[in-house]
Protein backbone atom coordinates (compact mmCIF):
# COMPACT_ATOMS: atom_id res chain seq x y z
CA UNK A 1 0.00 0.00 0.00
CA UNK A 2 1.35 3.17 -1.13
CA UNK A 3 -0.04 6.32 0.43
CA UNK A 4 0.49 10.52 -0.77
CA UNK A 5 0.74 10.64 3.28
CA UNK A 6 3.94 13.66 3.64
CA UNK A 7 4.73 13.87 7.35
CA UNK A 8 6.32 17.52 8.00
CA UNK A 9 8.84 17.95 10.43
CA UNK A 10 10.28 20.55 11.64
CA UNK A 11 12.55 20.62 15.08
CA UNK A 12 13.37 23.00 17.27
CA UNK A 13 16.30 20.82 19.06
CA UNK A 14 17.78 17.40 19.05
CA UNK A 15 15.45 15.88 21.23
CA UNK A 16 12.43 17.27 19.58
CA UNK A 17 13.83 15.82 16.31
CA UNK A 18 14.69 12.39 17.20
CA UNK A 19 10.90 12.05 19.11
CA UNK A 20 9.06 13.56 15.85
CA UNK A 21 11.31 11.27 13.42
CA UNK A 22 10.44 8.39 15.60
CA UNK A 23 7.06 9.17 15.68
CA UNK A 24 6.86 9.49 11.99
CA UNK A 25 8.53 6.19 11.32
CA UNK A 26 6.04 4.73 13.89
CA UNK A 27 2.86 5.91 12.21
CA UNK A 28 4.46 5.11 8.38
CA UNK A 29 5.10 1.30 10.11
CA UNK A 30 1.81 0.95 10.98
CA UNK A 31 0.86 2.18 7.23
CA UNK A 32 3.40 -0.02 5.38
CA UNK A 33 2.30 -3.31 3.77
CA UNK A 34 4.85 -3.89 0.59
CA UNK A 35 7.33 -0.77 1.02
CA UNK A 36 9.58 0.91 2.92
CA UNK A 37 10.07 4.85 4.77
CA UNK A 38 12.23 7.55 2.75
CA UNK A 39 13.27 10.28 5.56
CA UNK A 40 14.35 12.90 3.98
CA UNK A 41 16.67 16.06 5.69
CA UNK A 42 15.72 19.40 3.31
CA UNK A 43 17.67 21.83 5.91
CA UNK A 44 19.33 21.69 9.80
CA UNK A 45 15.61 21.72 10.97
CA UNK A 46 12.83 20.64 8.28
CA UNK A 47 11.90 16.84 7.34
CA UNK A 48 9.84 14.74 5.51
CA UNK A 49 8.84 11.30 6.35
CA UNK A 50 6.89 9.15 3.49
CA UNK A 51 6.29 5.45 2.29
CA UNK A 52 8.57 5.22 -0.58
CA UNK A 53 8.46 2.47 -2.75
CA UNK A 54 12.23 2.76 -3.67
CA UNK A 55 12.96 1.09 -0.24
CA UNK A 56 12.57 -2.03 1.16
CA UNK A 57 9.40 -3.36 2.93
CA UNK A 58 10.99 -3.38 6.32
CA UNK A 59 13.67 -0.57 6.29
CA UNK A 60 14.05 2.94 7.02
CA UNK A 61 16.26 4.84 4.26
CA UNK A 62 17.62 8.53 4.61
CA UNK A 63 18.34 11.21 1.79
CA UNK A 64 20.12 13.90 3.18
CA UNK A 65 19.39 17.19 0.74
CA UNK A 66 22.28 19.51 2.36
Do not use: N, P
Not at 22 to 35: H, I, M, Y
Amino acid sequence: MLTDEVIEIEAQDRVSRDHQLDQAARLLREQSTECGILITRHSFRKFTATLSAGVEYGLIQELDLL
